[in-house]
């Protein structure tokens, strides 16, 4: 077991910069995601780690030892890969001890190692079977059981349960977390989907093509995003972003977007902002149908079960709000907002003030 330190990590494919002064740290047994969107170099960063690509610049640290310049093998990570890259040929037992016998262990333990992860990971019934014969969550277990035998110091995951049905995800999230919790290894795990990182992860790495946006524990990114990229790209539904300017009256700092009028004055430090143009950031969550400053028309009304979804036609555009699982209006019906709470992110330039 080790942490792992990258230090100002670069990446070009030709004259394609993909990677941009990469730097974070992963203690000792942390679960540490990185998110992103489609194509912003997540893949890039795992393999980087493996040792399967060479970066241009920066440093990699597992442990107290830099691996930059050492093989695949020396590093002694084990990378589960989105597409499981089962042998097709080798029943489940086989292909769990592969890297085992080209270790050269002995046949006892090579058993002992694979019974013991077949275990943990609840496939003992199917040691005899091949891969085709597996669904994809058993699937993905064995390939997960193969990094295990192995015992490394750091496990890489890249997006692993992105070919599952939701409900097989949802139950394999909980598998991953109790797996993480009983073998304490290291973690650093690729996925784009906001949810899988807030739930699994003791820190999130949030990238932007190529560029580390935030870094924090799940809450701290919901609570105090840096700037609007991790404000839109944390939490579901969206954030409601409104583009205004920041005025006074009297003693009292207002946001005002046409005849939108919200009372700022439990914020401070917002003097040097005023008559400039800023963005309100309100999580949807924030927002209760009650007397208050959002007038507007419910578009959609959408009953989930445990709450209520409400998208609302304004002048200030569409504003989404949460409701109880009682609501009883419906579409087209005149509505009014009110923020449950004071807290309401704002931005200037797109950075978080
Ligand atoms: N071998 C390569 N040659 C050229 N460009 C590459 C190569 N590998 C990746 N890229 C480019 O680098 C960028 C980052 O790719 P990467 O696979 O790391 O993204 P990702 O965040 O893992 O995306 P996804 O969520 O779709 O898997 C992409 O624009 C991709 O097209
Ligand atoms: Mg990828």
């Known amino acids: 077991m080790a942490g792992l330190k990258i230090t100002t990590l670069k990446k070009s494919f030709g004259r394609n910069t993909i990677l941009q002064n ?4 992963v203690s000792d047994g942390e679960f540490c995601i990185l998110l992103g969107p489609s194509g912003c170099g997540k893949t890039t960063i795992l393999r980087i780690i493996a040792g399967l690509d060479q970066c241009d610049k920066g440093e ?14 020396e590093r002694d990570v084990a990378m589960v890969f989105q597409n499981y890259a089962l042998y097709p040929h080798m029943n489940v037992y086989e292909n769990m001890a592969f890297s085992l016998k080209i270790k050269k262990l002995s046949k006892t333990k090579i058993d002992k190692k694979v019974r013991k992860a077949a275990k943990l990971l609840d496939i003992e ?24 035998v192995r015992n490394p110091r750091i496990f890489l995951f890249d997006e692993p349960l992105s070919n599952l049905d939701a409900r097989l995800r949802s139950t394999m999230r909980v598998e991953l977390a109790r797996l993480h919790q009983k073998l304490g290894t290291t973690m650093v795990y690729v996925t784009h989907d906001q949810v899988e990182a807030m739930t699994l992860g003791d820190k999130i790495v ?9 870094i924090g524990p799940p809450q701290k990114l919901y609570k105090s995003p840096s700037n609007l990229f991790v404000a839109t790209f944390i939490g ?27 009372d700022l004055s439990s914020r401070s430090g917002l003097k040097k902002y005023l008559g400039l143009k800023v963005t309100i950031g309100i999580r949807p969550e924030s927002l209760m149908p009650a007397d208050g400053p959002f007038l507007g028309s419910l578009e959609v009304v959408e009953h989930i079960g445990s709450e209520t979804i409400l998208y609302v036609k304004t002048v200030n555009g569409r504003i ?3 409701a109880s699982p009682i609501f009883q209006r419906k579409t087209g019906d005149k509505i009014s907002l009110a923020l449950r709470t004071p807290d309401v992110h704002l931005f200037y330039k797109g950075i978080r003030i």
């Open 206 to 214: 949030l990238l932007d093509k190529g560029v580390i946006q935030q």
């Open 22 to 25: 990469i730097s974070f740290e």
């Open 125 to 148: 019934d199917l040691l005899d079977r091949k891969p085709r014969e597996l669904s994809g969550g058993q699937r993905q277990r064995v390939a997960i059981g193969r990094a295990i």
């Open 320 to 322: 989404i709000a949460k």
């Open 236 to 262: 579901g539904p969206q954030i409601n972003l409104i583009e205004g300017v920041l005025d006074a009256d009297k003693n009292k700092f207002l946001f005002r977007a046409g005849s939108l009028i919200i």
């Open 60 to 73: 990699i640290f597992i442990g107290d030892r830099e691996v930059s310049n050492l093989t695949p093998k």
